[in-house]
């Protein structure tokens, strides 16, 4: 099939009894944003890290357009990630980190120099990451993970600890540049507003070990902010759907978005 392909019968951490993960399956269509919500614990990150070929330690399928990713360069899949913290290099500049991933030749440069102005940087390229905001960072972060044209977007709660006003502005600038290539997107959150804000569908996972309980599909134009009333009455209508199920996320949800924490 075209996209990716979970199918996730057991993971294990050696020395645990009990499963991180257990019969967790979905599917996300080429090009889809998928948000995976679930409270903290979860292993929403472990997910993500099996999808990537970081952890092959587990009982499962991993398949994106038919291919499993690996870790060690002997994909064919073209795959971004962002992360919690922005991972950027101290020891580079801005301009530096995002071509990191793209080579030395002058064309990896233009290209490297497009997506920073992308992001609306250009004016520090030649600055070091101490000298950016954590969300200035965090905007470096993400061209860099669309700096490769990735087929598969990984983001590990991109928003996390980011104030409102900055936060908004991340959603903005991911959903401009998702917009040039389509990459299928996995954003994981444990903040329902926000996933309801940047997703086509939500998926809920169960506390551990983790599986898909819920799903949401979200039918609501862009580009969309959390604090919309769109937005406010489709998150009432889920909690009112499924009370105990996301009971651990109704009060984290009546923070502003990006102000939590994990």
Known sequence: MSGLRVDIRRKIYPGRARPA???LRF??????ILAIVGPSGAGKS????????LDRLVDGVVEIDGESPRCNGSSTISMGMMFQTSRLMPWLTILDNVRLVLGQDPASTAQARQLIRDVGLEE????????????????????RAFAVRPRLLLLDEPLVSLDAPTASRLRRYLFDLWQETRPTVLYVTHELREALAVADRVLFLSSGPARVVAEVPVDLPRPREPGDPGIGSL????????PELLAGLANDDHRPSGTGTT
């Open 235 to 242: 998150h009432d209508r889920v909690l009112a759907a499924h």
């Open 27 to 32: 599917t996300a269509a080429a090009g889809e």
């Open 46 to 53: 472990t997910l993500l890290h099996i999808i990537a070929g």
């Open 124 to 143: 520090v390229e030649a600055l070091f990451p101490r000298q950016l905001s954590e969300g200035m960072q965090r905007r470096v972060a993400l061209a």
């Open 21 to 23: 993960l257990e019969g």
